[in-house]
């Protein structure tokens, strides 16, 4: 009985010191928490490029918006909120086009109000140069007054999911890809009935 309780002990003195040590006990290898830990400072800097990117667009600002972005790779795809789809999807390869789409959307309307989810979720791709960060936002544009939007409506207003791919280089994190998952108009509730639901991507493609 006796030597039963030591070899017990003994594994129960093991199994804490694995714990300790954050090993995985299939491989030997750190546990998957440590591997894809994010950095605080990492962590900072992405909310850091989230509220830029918000602001420069509420601001309309074109250049504070743009430089959440890398020019070099840069990839949007808007999915017009048919999700599945494919065959209608909005895609920009170029932040030339980008550019152009922040500008029109700037000179159509008088405000612009954002609200992004914070803190967003943030899962590791390549650890300390890649992440793929989600949030959700709400989007308002407002003309300016006197003037009406399509059907009498004073703005519009949209809703759905971002997800960003984020890239670190020369220890500068910004965002290199864009998937805006909208909403259909059928899912967006607003609360003030001047405001006309819409596909935010509808926005965003030349005219």
């Avoid at 971002?162 to 994190?173: A, H, P």
Wanted: hydrophobic share 35%; proline share 4%.
């Amino acid at each position: 009985m006796g030597q039963k309780l030591t070899k017990m002990g003994s594994v129960l003195i093991l199994l804490a010191f694995l714990i300790a040590c954050d090993v995985n006990l299939d491989n030997g290898e750190p546990g998957p928490d440590k591997i894809h830990q994010i950095l605080p400072e990492d962590r900072l800097a992405i909310d850091g490029v989230l509220r830029r990117w918000r602001e420069g667009y509420e601001i309309e600002d074109v250049e504070t918006y743009m430089s959440a972005y890398w020019s070099e790779g840069f990839r949007y795809v808007g999915d017009l909120g048919t999700e599945g789809d494919k065959t209608d999807d909005l895609i920009f390869d170029d932040i030339r086009d980008e550019r152009d789409s922040a500008t029109r959307v700037f000179s159509q309307f008088q405000d612009i109000n954002i609200a992004l989810t914070f803190p967003p979720q943030i899962t590791v791709i390549e650890e300390n140069r890649r992440f793929e960060v989600r949030n959700h936002y709400q989007i308002r544009g407002f003309v300016p007054d006197g003037e009406v939007f399509e059907g009498e409506f004073t703005g519009w207003s949209a809703e759905g999911d971002n997800l960003f791919i984020f890239e670190k280089r020369d220890g500068d994190w910004r965002i290199t890809e864009w998937y805006d998952e909208a909403f259909s108009e059928e899912e967006i509730h607003i609360e003030n009935n001047q405001l006309l639901p819409i596909v935010w991507t509808t926005l965003k493609q030349p005219r």
